[in-house]
């Protein structure tokens, strides 16, 4: 069976961190993509950073966070973490990862962790 659990999540104020992890298993997570996802209230999904299979050599960020969050992957435990600082109120969604072999197509999901920013 495959699954994505993300865990971590929480309530925070303003500048303080947080550190998401998301635990794969029931399919071959180093030939996969991964990415953080994140949907607030009455909002539309929107991408937060991805990182690339098995080497990790390529990482992207969404302009929202970039320099902030920092995205990155264990192979060999099957994990992929989203180090968030600086933290904002308009960084509360719940967030969600993902994994594919593009970064178009994401083929398994995980059910989501609440992070809720306080000002």
């Known amino acids: 069976e495959v699954q994505l659990v993300e865990s971590g999540g929480g309530l925070v104020q303003a500048g303080g961190s947080l550190r998401l992890s998301c635990a794969a298993s029931?399919?071959?997570?180093?030939?996969?993509?991964v990415g953080w996802f994140r949907q607030a209230p009455g909002q539309e999904r929107e991408g937060v950073s991805c990182?690339?299979?098995?080497?990790?050599?390529?990482?992207y960020y969404a302009d929202s966070v970039r320099g902030r969050f920092t995205i990155s992957r264990d192979n060999a435990k099957n994990m992929v973490y989203l180090q968030m600082n600086s933290l904002k109120p308009e960084d509360t969604a719940v967030y969600y990862c993902?994994?594919?072999?593009?970064?178009?197509?994401?083929?398994?999901w995980g059910q989501g962790t609440q992070v809720t920013v306080s000002s």
């Open positions: 993902a994994a594919g072999f593009t970064y178009v197509d994401w083929d398994y």
């Open positions: 029931g399919f071959s997570f180093d030939d996969y993509a």
């Open positions: 990182i690339s299979e098995a080497d990790d050599s390529s990482k």
